[in-house]
Structure formats: structure tokens, C-alpha cells
């Protein structure tokens, strides 16, 4: 680490390496490394995270054709979030015994997946 001092009206430049400010087999350094990547690794997991919950506005992005996924309509009082799928061409609802087809949802948003060992 360069660096400078005065000493009776000199200017003394001294180097130091990392290892001459630490005792003899000090951990600090790798645990910090390790931490640091572990601290990298979780924030690229609630990126991740967050992306999946993100709502998407429908002129922009459409979901997968077929999957099914949760639809908003702003505006909408009483039903404003309905389950939905998008066949490429229409949105659809599906009905306990027929499909319907539905005015485009304003948002959508990815459902999340079953729990664990299901």
C-alpha cells in the first residue's frame, strides 16, 4: 500500500504489502473474499426473485403461449385478478365448464410453482 509521511520536514514515501499488516495466517482476507461472493450470490437470487414477481404490462411483454398466469385489470373493482392464458392471438379464462374469451388484462404476472415434493 503506498503512502507518505513527514518525518523532520521529509517526505517519506513507505510501501506496504497487504500481508505485512496482518499476523501470520490470518483468515480476514479469504473470509472476506468468501463473504463477498456469497454476498454476490444471494443478491443475483432476489434479482431473480424479484423478475419473477414482477408485474408485466401486456402491450409489452406477453407470456408463453398456454401458460397459465395471473392477470390484472386496473380499474376493475370487484374481480381485479384472474387467472388467465394467452393463445397467441386471445386471452382466455377458463370456466368451471367452458373457456372464455377475455378483454387483454392490463399487468400480468408469472404464478409461482407448486410447493416442494408436488
Known amino acids: ?11 517519506i514515501f513507505i510501501t ?10 490470518d483468515a480476514r482476507p479469504m473470509v472476506a473474499a468468501e463473504l463477498g461472493a456469497e454476498v454476490l450470490r444471494l443478491r443475483a ?12 404490462a401486456v402491450p409489452h411483454e406477453r407470456p408463453p403461449v398456454g401458460v397459465a398466469v395471473l392477470g390484472w385489470w ?14 397467441g392471438y386471445q386471452w382466455w379464462m377458463e370456466g368451471e365448464s367452458e ?16 410447493p416442494d415434493g408436488h
Not at 48 to 54: Q, V
Open 99 to 114: 373457456n372464455f374469451g377475455i378483454q387483454a388484462p392490463d399487468r400480468w404476472q408469472p404464478l409461482p410453482g407448486a
Open 74 to 87: 386496473e380499474g376493475c373493482g370487484d374481480w381485479p385478478y384472474v387467472v388467465i392464458r394467452w393463445d
Open 45 to 56: 437470487r432476489v434479482a431473480e426473485l424479484e423478475e419473477a414477481r414482477r408485474w408485466r
Open 1 to 11: 500500500m503506498p503512502g507518505n509521511t513527514e518525518f523532520f520536514g521529509m517526505t
Open 16 to 25: 506496504l504489502s497487504p500481508s505485512r499488516l496482518l499476523p501470520a495466517g
